[in-house]
T-cell receptor, first 112, second 110 residues
Framework: GENVEQHPSTLSVQEGDSAVIKCTYS??????FPWYKQELGKGPQLIID?????GEKKDQRIAVTLNKTAKHFSLHITETQPEDSAVYFC???????????FGGGTRLMVKP | DAGITQSPRHKVTETGTPVTLRCHQT?????MYWYRQDPGHGLRLIHY???????DKGEVSDGYSVSRSKTEDFLLTLESATSSQTSVYFC?????????FGPGTRLTVL
């Protein structure tokens, strides 16, 4: 599948601050962009997703923005809490098939 | 974990031995996937299935085979395990695009 670049690979923030993780993709046919949170010893869990017909989606403290022209999408976490500490993965899906391509992951650490 | 179980959860085996990992779902989802997760590589697709007896290769399929004889079960087989196959293996299921992951199997090949 087409690659997706995810940055930063690690992110440390103070509790209460915001965290932003960005992903860039190359497949112009991509139409679905999920974000996953993975806690230690567990499988990735879907936390939010966006489809190509919208530019932003919010769910409480989490939001995702999509810029199809620039081919990048971002995860925004506001008012971070220690339990937000985890590894976050972006992914995208093109028109062909039902497969996701994942970014390399971002380890987020929220310091109390 | 969205009605997905994986077995075993941990396994240690020796180089050259066959290994089979099982993924079981209770959601009746059409699609099932096997990924491996390694440091620095994120999640990489090994094989996937789009229906009973319908499977296809993913990005890193060499050394692996799969079978799906029932909707609920997707088996991943390492015919002759190698040390490079030491990894954490995740199964995922999907119906309409969103993928849901199982708890993972940690495999160590000595």
């Amino acid at each position: 599948g087409e690659n997706v670049e995810q940055h930063p690979s690690t992110l440390s923030v103070q509790e209460g601050d915001s965290a932003v993780i960005k992903c860039t993709y190359s497949d112009s046919a991509s139409n679905y962009f999920p974000w996953y949170k993975q806690e230690l010893g567990k499988g990735p869990q879907l936390i939010i997703d966006i489809r190509s017909n919208v530019g932003e989606k919010k769910d409480q403290r989490i939001a995702v923005t999509l810029n199809k022209t620039a081919k990048h999408f971002s995860l925004h976490i506001t008012e971070t809490q220690p339990e937000d500490s985890a590894v976050y993965f972006c992914a995208h899906k093109g028109n062909a098939g039902n497969m996701l391509t994942f970014g390399g992951g971002t380890r987020l650490m929220v310091k109390p | 974990d969205a009605g997905i179980t994986q077995s075993p959860r941990h396994k240690v085996t020796e180089t050259g031995t066959p290994v089979t990992l099982r993924c079981h779902q209770t959601e009746n989802h059409r699609y099932m996937y096997w990924y491996r997760q390694d440091p620095g590589h994120g999640l990489r697709l090994i094989h996937y299935s789009y229906g009973v007896k319908d499977t296809d290769k993913g990005e890193v399929s060499d050394g692996y085979s799969v079978s799906r004889s029932k909707t609920e079960d997707f088996l991943l087989t390492l015919e002759s395990a190698t040390s490079s196959q030491t990894s954490v293996y995740f199964c995922a299921i999907s119906e309409l695009g969103e993928q849901f992951f199982g708890p993972g199997t940690r495999l160590t090949v000595l």
